[in-house]
């Protein structure tokens, strides 16, 4: 997705960015929507760092401004420089990977398409870095 691919292209002048799809759990199979929520646990939590800062994007979330997220960035960078931010299928994430998390975050109390968060979030995290540099970006 353009978005998605120009704000990458910015973050990754600061620091090294990259968004990786995980399958979520087939929908045609009548389970529980805790059964594909722990299938895409599995999956999720196969691929998260154990020195990794853990942020999961969910609606039980705080809301942050872009202020508060640069602050969390500038702190987070004093205890790693791997962040991870975590989008759940569409039955959100399962408790196990909500409890891994160091942070949850929630983006708006409206529900977004996963393509859209993945372009706020890119943004998002631009900005915070901008502001971060006093940038006039942030502005």
């Not at 059964?35 to 646990?41: C, G, L, M, R, V």
């Not at 791997?82 to 160091?102: E, K, W």
């Amino acid at each position: 997705m353009e978005g998605i691919e120009q704000y990458s292209s910015r973050i990754k002048r600061d620091c090294r960015f990259q968004i990786l799809e995980i399958k979520t759990s087939d929908r045609k199979k009548k389970q529980s929507v805790a059964t594909h929520q722990q299938d895409e646990a599995q999956l999720i939590g196969g691929h998260l760092s154990p020195g990794a800062r853990v942020i999961a994007m969910d609606s039980r979330g705080k809301i942050w401004s872009t202020e508060q997220l640069a602050g969390k960035v500038e702190a987070w960078s004093q205890q790693t420089n791997h962040f991870q931010f975590v989008i759940g299928g569409p039955d959100g994430l399962a408790d196990v990977i909500l409890n891994r998390a160091d942070e949850t975050w929630s983006l708006s109390n409206l529900t977004f398409p996963h393509f859209m968060v993945r372009v706020l979030l890119a943004e998002q995290i631009y900005r915070a870095l901008m502001l971060n540099a006093n940038h006039p970006y942030h502005r």
